[in-house]
């Protein structure tokens, strides 16, 4: 009688039960969301004097680098359109540890901006560049700092970096 090959003898071996637990598959920790928006892709190209003259994606790597050290991971957005900055917020509600967000001049008038902050449960820090309170009268109101866990204003572009070590403190 013919024996029966070797892999038919490997299929019909029992699996030896592992000492070790089945590995499970490791957490991978969401992102903070650092958004951008209206004209903020034009830093470091005009008002030096207002913004400084880091560009944005200078911005992003160093609030990149930040993160790192701080052991978070960041997804960095710009946007000139509302629809688009409150499409990355919503997505943030569930792929998104906290929101980091310069919503620039919607800042001061966007409803549809805070009624989209309002719906997380993360942490929401809103960073200005500049003193908006040294500045003209109608910057110095924000529709969406009463939604927000947090605000940084004046600082320049550090209160990026300062925002995400306080999304860090919340976590
Ligand atoms: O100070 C900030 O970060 C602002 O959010 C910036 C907004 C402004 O409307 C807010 O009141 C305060 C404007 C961003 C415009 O950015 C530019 C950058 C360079 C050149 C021109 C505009």
Redesign the pocket.
Same mark, same amino acid.
Do not use: D, K, Q
């Given at each position: 009688m013919a024996r029966p090959s070797s892999k038919a003898v490997a299929s019909k071996a029992k699996a030896k039960p592992s000492a070790k637990a089945p590995a499970k598959a490791k957490a991978v920790a969401k992102p903070v969301y650092v958004l951008n928006?209206? =004209? &903020?892709n &034009? &830093?470091? %190209?005009?008002?030096?004097h207002?913004?400084g003259s880091t560009t944005l994606a200078a911005i992003e790597k160093q609030v990149a680098a930040r993160a790192k050290s701080l052991g978070l991971a960041v997804i960095c957005h710009q946007s000139n359109h509302e629809g688009e900055l409150i499409d990355w917020i919503q997505e943030a509600r569930t792929m998104g540890s906290g929101v980091v967000i310069? $919503?620039? $001049?919607y %800042?001061?008038t966007s409803i549809a901006i805070h009624d989209a902050l309002a719906t997380l449960d993360i942490p929401v820090v809103e #960073?200005?560049?500049? =003193? #908006?309170y040294k500045?003209e009268a109608f910057?110095h109101h924000s529709m969406i700092s009463p939604v927000a866990t947090g605000v940084i204003?004046?600082l320049g572009v550090v209160?990026y970096d300062l925002a995400l070590e306080a999304i860090k403190s919340k976590l």
């Open positions: 928006g209206p =004209n &903020l &034009l &830093l470091g %190209s005009r008002e030096p207002i913004y310069n $919503a620039g $001049a %800042s001061h #960073v200005h560049i500049s =003193n #908006v500045r910057r204003c004046g209160g």
